[in-house]
């Protein structure tokens, strides 16, 4: 005991000694606008001490020994800025820095130095601001910091890094539903939100104003309904806003099959009170093809305004235009019934090469979004949100595919064309009343919301026509090169005539849902919706006729819980969640029988662990999931007096279950890696005998894994310099699978992507290699969609 006493003793003296020989260096390092700046590094040239400042922008260094010194302050992207200095015995040393970039310009900084793309938090996932590891679903987050770095020009190439969402279809641009088709936890889905709000398009998305994607998973009828979204989820597009400093950004890329794009990103306050915020994003691409025709050429513009009325009101206003004009992507649809022949893609006798189409073949979509939010804060505990959105998209040309459709071969297919002329409206109206309040120690988090939805859509397209037939197998097959425009517009004359129809439905409901902190660590969330659904019908202009006109209610409840392990590091969650879908009546062949039926039913139970540890270095979200889907119709003979006739019930069934997993890390500066991986067990279990017991086609692959690291240098002579890799394994996808037909299976495959770039302080280039090892693979939802091969591209970035 003497001797640990004697020990101890030394060491203080030592340490008082080593204290009075050195000194302290300490500051605050601000912003351009002198806001404080947070997570800046601060080194001491020649020595291993340095320190990061904190969420005040202050930093203190202890214990350093006096004498000169250069002191450094610095940060990925921006320039170094270093100062002398002389440190006394005793003494400390206050240094300012303050840095030529203003809060928002460093913030984005900030993002790339520490783990980037895990920004989890998002006031839409619960319509309410809730921490990640406060809410008791999954859900995923796609940055546009991911997207920078690894030079996205396509949603459908941003998506790839949400895991368990696969495409299933690439968008046709045809009226209705001619955007892409993802699969998510077994069933199809397509991004029909932005914001938060309904946000429709008849074609693809550009990625130029997007701030992150939302992968939103399971069935969310009770905050999201049922029109615009799936029992898997929904996709839920945020776009960037304007904020308070000038900046900005212009880049350009160019790449492999004619890619050339040009983007433009400008931020502005109006007026020297910053209380009005302009944002513009803007972009043009063209798009070719490695087929022997076909392209995509699109144009964007997306203004935002943010006008700060007063201290409680808030008003911002977003729109989104796009123009684009393009072929179709060539879809092989296989024979529907009878046994297929060939089984799979090598074995079709088929040149993925040759697009069976033209240039000349196009279909224009338009697409308008106008979203407007008005935020006012009622009291310190209430606020009112109140949304508007509007889509208004088009579809006007061409649509065209080719199916095979001989019953003894599969080497003659049928192209068939249809004249699109198409135009859907969609209005969605939400208010919303939040509040964050305590009923005696106990704190809730409520919201209470109305929400209107119309869609409408008007037709005045023409049926499909076959055009040709065209032998697959034979390269000189003169039919091929017969598709212009001019022998389609005769062909179609002679044919058809546009069939002029209006279909329209509207959706009235409300909702609560309430975050109940039992204590600091156990959490409730209860929720609940009823939503209204009238579908108007169909008319039909030329006879006046209105068909399909039906009215239907349905319930929908969300319970959640939630238990952090360690505040705000480690939390247990579960759930069970509801979704619905609305069912319209039949006309029974009996008299007798109940032509109406109630909604589907999907009710899934959750349970997993989130996690953010290390200063959120570290980000993973694990869990496992079961939906069982009720209520589904289906065929059935009924025989009746020695007859038989084919009726509706309403006994079907379907069961969907997996694992999912979900990791972002930031383990040292410089290095982040993304990591994702699901596994869904999808089977129809009441269906018809041919597709019992079988895994629908809409489920997609059953594994997907999708994973990427970069690494960029943070100091030294090739700071700004980094390199990235990556990529997406998807296993084998059985697009047709029943009795009649048999079994078509795409084979699995794994692609992967490589990139490096350089960046720094105001200027950026990048080069990417996209599907690096050159891997023939396959896409496709009843179709085989054949893929793009090796692609080299580049890009310029210049900020402002």
């Known amino acids: 005991m003497k001797q640990i006493l004697q020990i101890m003793l030394v060491s203080i003296a030592t340490l008082l000694q080593s204290m009075a020989q050195s000194g302290v260096i300490k500051g605050q390092i601000q912003t351009h606008d002198g806001k404080p700046a947070e997570a800046v590094n601060v080194q001491l040239s020649n020595t291993n001490k340095g320190t990061i400042s904190n969420a005040d922008g202050v930093y203190r260094i202890e214990r350093v020994k006096s004498g000169n010194y250069t002191l450094k302050v610095s940060l990925i992207g921006l320039e170094t800025k270093e100062q002398k200095i002389e440190v006394k015995a005793g003494q400390t040393l206050t240094v300012d820095f303050t840095l030529a970039e203003t809060a928002n310009q460093l913030q984005e900084v900030v993002i790339s130095a520490k783990n980037q793309f895990a920004q989890k938090e998002s006031d839409y996932i619960a319509k309410m601001p809730i921490k990640n590891l406060e809410n008791p679903q999954a859900y995923n987050v796609v940055s546009k910091e991911l997207l920078k770095e690894q030079l996205i020009t396509s949603f459908d190439d941003a998506i790839k890094n949400a895991p368990g969402v696969n495409r299933l279809w690439t968008a046709t641009g045809r009226g209705g539903d001619g955007a892409g088709y993802f699969s998510m936890r077994g069933f199809s889905v397509q991004p029909t ?37 799936s029992f898997g989820g929904l996709l839920n597009i945020v776009t960037k806003k304007p904020y308070e400093s000038f900046g900005g950004e212009a880049s350009y890329s160019m790449g492999g099959f004619d890619l050339s794009r040009l983007t433009l990103d400008i931020n502005t306050p109006i007026g020297t009170d910053q209380t009005a915020l302009f944002r513009i994003n803007g972009a043009t691409n063209y798009q070719g093809s490695f087929q022997d025709a076909g392209f995509r050429q699109s144009s964007f513009v997306a203004p935002s305004l943010t006008y700060k009325v007063n201290d409680k009101l808030s008003l911002n206003i977003t729109t989104e235009y796009m123009t684009q004009t ?162 389609l517009d005769a062909k179609l004359a002679v044919n058809t005539a546009p069939t002029k ?38 008319t039909n202009f030329a006879t006046g006729i209105t068909t399909g006109n039906y009215n239907q209610s349905a319930v929908s409840p969300k319970l959640g819980i939630v238990y952090q392990l360690l505040k705000d590091k480690v939390s247990l969650f579960g759930n069970y969640m509801n979704g619905f879908r609305n069912v319209a009546p039949v006309i029974q062949p009996l008299a007798d029988l109940d032509g109406t039926f109630k909604p589907q039913q999907a009710n899934q139970y959750e349970g997993g662990v989130k996690l953010d540890l290390l200063q959120s270095r570290l980000s993973l979200t694990a869990s496992y999931y079961d939906i069982m889907v009720n209520n589904m119709t289906r065929s059935e003979v009924l025989i009746r007096d020695g007859k038989q006739y084919n009726v509706t019930v309403q006994d079907g ?60 240098f943070i100091d030294g002579k090739i700071k700004g310099l980094g390199l990235g890799f990556g990529g997406n394994y998807v296993s084998k996808n059985e697009i047709t699978n029943n009795a009649i037909t048999g079994v078509f299976t795409l084979p699995s495959y794994t692609v992967l992507n490589a990139t490096v770039f350089y960046g720094i302080q105001k200027f950026r280039i990048g080069l990417k290699v996209d599907n690096l090892t050159n891997k023939e693979y396959f896409g496709g939802w009843s179709t085989v969609e054949p893929q793009m091969p090796r692609r080299l591209m580049g890009s310029v970035t210049f900020k402002f």
């Open 326 to 487: 393009g072929t179709n992507p060539l879809m092989i649809f296989l024979n529907r019934t009878r046994k297929l022949i060939a089984t799979n893609p090598s074995e079709l006798q088929f040149d993925y090469k040759r697009s069976y189409t033209s240039n000349d073949i196009t279909i224009t979509n338009n697409t308008l979004n106008i979203f407007g939010q008005a935020n006012y804060t009622i009291s310190d505990k209430w606020t009112s949100q109140t949304n508007i959105s509007r889509s208004v998209r088009k579809s006007d040309g061409y649509y065209s595919y080719i199916m095979y459709r001989q019953a003894t071969n599969d080497t003659l297919v049928n192209r068939f064309i249809s004249n699109q002329n198409a135009t859907g409206t969609t209005t969605n109206i939400q208010q919303n009343f939040i509040g964050d309040f305590t009923i005696g120690k106990i704190r809730n988090r409520l919201i209470v919301g109305l929400d209107y939805l119309q869609l409408v859509t008007h037709n005045n397209s023409t049926d499909y026509i076959q055009f040709d037939q065209v032998n697959t197998s034979k390269a000189n097959d003169t039919r091929y090169a017969l598709l212009t425009k001019a022998a």
């Open 501 to 538: 129809s209006q279909t329209d439905s509207r959706t009235y409901s409300a909702y609560l849902s309430d975050v109940v902190n039992i204590n600091e660590k156990l959490m409730l969330m209860m929720s609940l919706r009823f939503d209204h659904f009238e579908n108007i019908g169909t």
């Open 653 to 712: 069934s379907q069961q969907s279950k997996g694992v999912e997993f979900d990791l972002v890390a930031n383990p040292i500066n410089g290095l982040n890696i993304v990591l994702g991986y699901a596994h869904n067990d999808s089977k129809q279990l009441k269906v018809a005998e041919s597709l019992l017991n079988r895994r629908p086609t809409s489920a997609g692959p059953a594994d997907l894994v999708n994973f990427w690291a970069s690494y960029t």
């Open 193 to 229: 939100m932005i914001n938060g709000v309904a946000g429709q398009t008849n074609g693809g998305i550009d990625p130029a104003n997007i701030e992150r994607i939302e992968s939103i998973k399971g069935p969310s009828g009770t905050l999201f309904g049922s029109s615009l979204i």
